[in-house]
């Protein structure tokens, strides 16, 4: 059972273009991390939240938590051919050592 | 290492036999993590291991799934009478905290055939 909900599942955009994908649940996240992953590796992380209505950058990446802390998106500037990537969130709910992780939103950014 | 290490990187295996996948996490991470990942799924949580607390083995899909965690460092995950459906990516992670992120081996892709 998926606690966590990305969407969409597949993007496909032109390089330069913006995007947005989301990550939602419906019970409060204690934290919440993005990651991205190339075909063939592990995930790496992006950035964690912990704060509700938090927004960090990491350069042309947008990451905002929701003031409930039941959602958060991942926004994408200009994107490149180089973000390509699945983009996974992945949420700690209560007193839970470990994460659960979305199924993820499939980003490709053609040149 | 510099960096959570696993092996093999791909196993290919008949039906019916067993297999061992190991995990070399990061040096004095306590936190030591095994995920699934089928292809063009996100991951699915097997087992977690905390220091010297008793594994949280709550996300084993069957009894054939098993993990050890020696000495607080290497892991091996253990998969008894394979079966078509356990073909995945099996990925380890490591991390220093809870609260902090993981980091990720690049996984072993298992193959039953």
């Known amino acids: 059972t998926q606690l966590l909900e990305q969407s969409p599942q597949f993007l496909s955009i032109q390089e330069g273009e913006n995007l947005t994908v989301y990550c939602n649940s419906s019970?409060?996240?204690?934290?919440l991390q993005w990651y991205r992953q190339e075909p063939g590796e592990g995930p790496v992380l992006l950035v964690t939240?912990?704060?509700?209505?938090e927004v960090k950058k990491l350069k042309r990446l947008t990451f905002q938590f929701g003031d409930a802390r039941k959602d958060s998106s991942l926004h994408i500037t200009a994107a490149q051919p180089g973000d390509t990537g699945l983009y996974l969130c992945?949420?700690?709910?209560?007193?839970?050592?470990?994460?659960?992780f979305g199924a993820g939103t499939r980003l490709t950014v053609k040149p | 290492g510099a960096g959570v290490s696993q092996s093999p990187s791909n196993k290919v295996t008949e039906k019916g036999k067993d297999v061992e996948l190991r995990c070399d996490p990061i040096?004095?991470?306590?936190?030591l993590y095994w995920y699934r990942q089928s292809l063009g799924q996100g991951l699915e949580f097997l087992i977690y291991?905390?220091?010297?607390?008793?594994?949280?083995k709550s996300g084993l899909p069957s009894d054939r799934f098993s993990a050890e965690r020696t000495g607080g460092s290497v892991s091996t995950l253990t998969i008894q009478r394979t079966q078509q459906e356990d073909s995945a990516v099996y990925l380890c992670?490591?991390?220093?905290?809870?609260?902090?992120?993981?980091?990720f081996g690049s996984g072993t892709r298992l193959t039953v055939v």
């Open positions: 939240v912990v704060t509700g209505g």
């Open positions: 040096s004095g991470h306590t936190a």
């Open positions: 291991f905390q220091g010297n607390s008793a594994p949280d």
């Open positions: 992945a949420g700690r709910w209560g007193l839970n050592n470990d994460m659960r």
């Open positions: 992670a490591s991390s220093s905290d809870r609260t902090y992120g993981y980091t």
């Open positions: 019970s409060v996240f204690s934290s």
